[in-house]
Each structure stands twice: as C-alpha cells, then as structure tokens.
C-alpha cells in the first residue's frame, strides 16, 4: 500500500485529538478488526513520480487485521496509462499481507510484501515479453515519543521483468531490481486536530516506473487537518530527477498536493 507522509500526520493528529475512553473490562478487543478509507489527491505522487501525469485520483483501500498482528490489505488508485509500457492500464492494485508488532517502549517493527497489479495491461508491440505486475518484500521500524512518531522504512524488489527498462524492445529484457530507503517524521500537535510531516526518501536502481536514472531522491513536508472521520492534508514533493511522460510534462517536478479523505 502507499502510505503516505498524509495518512502519517492523519492518524498522529486524530489520536492526539481524541478524548481518552476507559477501556471496559468487560469488553474484549475483537480479534480481527477492519478499517479503510476513500480519498481524492490532486496529483497521485510515488515516491515524487507522478502516476496520473499531474491530474487528479481517485483512491481507495481496506484492511483486516487479526489481534496476532498479521494483517491483509488491498489499495487502489486511478493512474495515467503510461505508468506502464502497454499502455493500457487506467488503475492500480496493491496486494498487501504482512505482521506488525509494537514492543514496549514506542518501537513497532512491520514486515511484509506488497504486490503491485496494473489491471487490464495486455502485450503490445513488446509481445510476451513484457511485464506490469511486481513485488516488493518491505520492513520498518517506527519509535514514538510522545507525539511525535520517526520511521525508517526498506522497500526492496528483486529482479523481475517488471522493472526491466527496455520491456522487450531491444529483445534483451534485462532484468532489473530496486532498492527504496525512507525516512519518515510525522507530529500531531497537542489537543489540535494538526498534522506535520517531513519526507525523505532515496532510490537505488533503475527501473520502468522511475525511468533510466540509477539513482535520485525524493522529499516532502505536509500538513494535515482532521475533523471526525475527514481529513484534509496539504503537501509539497519534490525530487532531484526528471521524468517526462508521453505529454511532455515532468512527472518528477515538485509541486504541492491537496488532499481529502474520509476513513470507516
């Protein structure tokens, strides 16, 4: 799922807003629960790549979660075409399934695999020979103080024919892997419905969804504000690469972002 510096300072702010309720002891916490949101983004951003060539989205998800701390997810995004080489997908699918653990002390480590579907891609003029689906093993470590939350998350997707830059086109189809390190700092102001974050990330290895580049950065700082179950939140996210679509646009220029969602 692509959790964002946003769904960050979301969740930090709500719980720094909401009242403390006594936890009745004659009610046990349910073993599985179930959660999700909807949102619209005015330009849907991974890691400082734009996926709709700076239009908006439409996004979704829903996970379940057993008390153990194993966990399944599904996110879904609207997203430009040319996010993959057949040009033919309009939507994005995330498949999640991992295990969270928070230890005493603030510090929560979760593990798992996030498998990307472009549904509707067919061969093109590449034949069988190119790839959309992927996956991508992940882990992070999270400390909070008070209310303040840091997290270093490691993304790492072996080689697949999905991130192979040339797709089939030279008919060598040269195998690629990618690594993303990324370091998250989200603060919920005191008895305020606010929000604050700050984003960096870096990108080791070329691949078709970031383009030729070996290597680049991404960052971004972010705002929220919460009230019940809606969320608004502001960002700006830049990148030191460039990426230029079909449009001639630059999907890796910094520009900000808006943002509502609703969670249930």
């Given at each position: 799922?692509?959790?964002?510096m946003?769904?960050?300072?979301a969740?930090a702010a709500a719980?720094a807003a909401?009242p403390?309720?006594?936890q009745?002891?004659?009610d046990?916490?349910?073993?599985v629960?179930i959660s999700?949101?909807v949102?619209?983004?005015s330009?849907?951003?991974f890691?400082g790549i734009?996926q709709?060539?700076?239009n908006?989205?439409v996004?979704?998800?829903?996970t379940?979660?057993?008390?153990?701390?194993?966990y399944?997810?599904?996110w879904?995004?609207?997203?430009d075409?040319y996010?993959t080489v057949?040009?033919?997908?309009?939507?994005e699918?995330?498949l999640?399934?991992g295990?969270?653990?928070?230890f005493?002390?603030?510090v929560?480590v979760?593990v798992?695999?996030?498998?990307?579907?472009?549904?509707?891609?067919?061969?093109?003029?590449t034949?069988?020979k190119?790839?959309?689906d992927?996956i991508?093993p992940?882990a992070?470590v999270?400390?909070?103080?008070?209310?303040?939350t840091g997290?270093v998350?490691?993304?790492?997707a072996?080689?697949?024919?999905?991130l192979a830059?040339?797709?089939?086109?030279?008919g060598?189809?040269?195998k690629?892997?990618?690594?993303?390190l990324a370091?998250?700092?989200s603060?919920?102001?005191?008895?305020?419905?606010?929000g604050?974050?700050?984003?960096?990330?870096?990108t080791w290895?070329p691949s078709?969804l970031?383009?030729?580049?070996?290597?680049?950065t991404?960052?971004?700082?972010g705002a929220?504000?919460t009230y019940k179950?809606l969320?608004?939140?502001?960002?700006?996210v830049?990148?030191?690469?460039t990426?230029i679509t079909?449009?001639s646009k630059?999907?890796?220029?910094?520009?900000?972002?808006?943002?509502?969602?609703v969670?249930?």
């Amino acid at each position: 799922m692509r959790y964002t510096m946003i769904s960050l300072a979301a969740l930090a702010a709500a719980v720094a807003a909401t009242p403390a309720m006594a936890q009745d002891q004659t009610d046990p916490a349910p073993a599985v629960t179930i959660s999700g949101s909807v949102a619209v983004v005015s330009d849907y951003k991974f890691r400082g790549i734009s996926q709709t060539d700076g239009n908006f989205a439409v996004q979704g998800g829903i996970t379940i979660s057993h008390a153990s701390g194993f966990y399944v997810s599904a996110w879904g995004s609207s997203i430009d075409d040319y996010v993959t080489v057949h040009g033919t997908a309009h939507q994005e699918l995330d498949l999640i399934a991992g295990y969270k653990h928070a230890f005493d002390g603030g510090v929560t480590v979760d593990v798992g695999a996030l498998y990307y579907v472009y549904p509707g891609t067919r061969p093109g003029f590449t034949g069988d020979k190119s790839a959309s689906d992927f996956i991508e093993p992940y882990a992070s470590v999270s400390y909070a103080i008070g209310p303040v939350t840091g997290k270093v998350t490691g993304n790492y997707a072996p080689k697949q024919k999905a991130l192979a830059i040339d797709q089939g086109q030279t008919g060598l189809l040269k195998k690629e892997d990618n690594f993303y390190l990324a370091g998250d700092l989200s603060v919920a102001i005191p008895k305020t419905p606010i929000g604050l974050t700050a984003h960096l990330g870096h990108t080791w290895g070329p691949s078709w969804l970031s383009g030729p580049t070996d290597e680049y950065t991404d960052w971004g700082v972010g705002a929220t504000f919460t009230y019940k179950s809606l969320t608004f939140g502001v960002n700006y996210v830049d990148t030191d690469t460039t990426f230029i679509t079909p449009s001639s646009k630059d999907a890796a220029k910094g520009g900000i972002l808006g943002s509502v969602s609703v969670a249930f």
